[in-house]
């Protein structure tokens, strides 16, 4: 089910790639190179590219289309891409790439390099989605999930688990790129591993002024989209346990956020407040960050009154948590 899920979802920008204009290999000049994925990591002092291309045999759409993961090094993106394209005839296309995968080990500076590529000349669509992995090239390496390339699985497998667990990844280029032209601190990119299975949503990646500062698994950041604004329904799922949420509001105050959720039990409500009050405070401690991006919030509501994010620890974050047909008022619990 699940893969044929997936293989309905990329079938239309597979498609799409039998009709583009003729880029040929080194190997063979009647075949056609498309990027469906590309990824960065962090090579020593270098910057490792690593691309995952179809080739289309252009004198037989009917065969099977193959891909293959080529990898380059260089002091700059130029340069690593540039060693890559220097093994081909024929320039690669861009513009079909469905995923930009960042590193873990990739930091600020370098983040920034790497948007600024992706947008410069319109190289990639801006409905790219960006991911983040231990290792790209391991990543991309391996047999596809459900269509002929790991970049389009991964496309599929994103919309698949925002419509299985409600967590809405708003990490695709445009959606990243808007937050940073904003001046928004932080943001987050669904975090992908292969194993065993294949390939598969593995948490999330929490930036803050596009460095990586906290890797959250599956339960954490079912927490964390709770809170931010990525769930409004859906499954949220702790420990051994399993809330759904029937709804997510958020009010505000001059230095308070309050958290308005409904989950489908009464007896879970207690549990879920202060679960959520604690994830608050032991992420910002261990970051020592406002990566909730609370400042940003309030800044947002309340633009003239502008205040610096060294203030965050001091804003109030309430929960309020109920089930259907309950007073709002009952189970207000503050967080100091």
Known sequence: MRKGWIAAAVLGVCLLLTGCADIGSSAKDDRKLMVSSIGFD???????????????????????????VLTGEGDNIEQAIGKIGSSLTKPMLFNHCGVIGIGKGIGAERFAEICAYCFSDERITLSAYMITADDCETLFTGEPEASVTVGYDMMGIIEQESAETGVVYNSRYFEVESKREEGKNT????????NSSGIAVDGMTVFHNDRQIKQLNNDEAGLYALITGEIRKGRVKLNAGEYEVTDRKLSWGKNRITLK?????????DAFKQTLLRFRREIEQETGLDAFGFTDMLNQRNPGEKRSEADFAEIDFTVQCRVKGEDEKNGKVQSR
């Open 42 to 68: 962090e090579a020593g002092d270098k910057i490792k590219a690593s691309v995952e291309v179809i080739i289309i045999n252009s004198e037989n759409y009917d065969s099977a289309a193959k891909t293959k």
């Open 187 to 194: 943001f987050s990119l669904p975090h992908f591993v292969r």
């Open 261 to 269: 959720v409904k989950v489908d039990e009464k007896n879970k409500t």
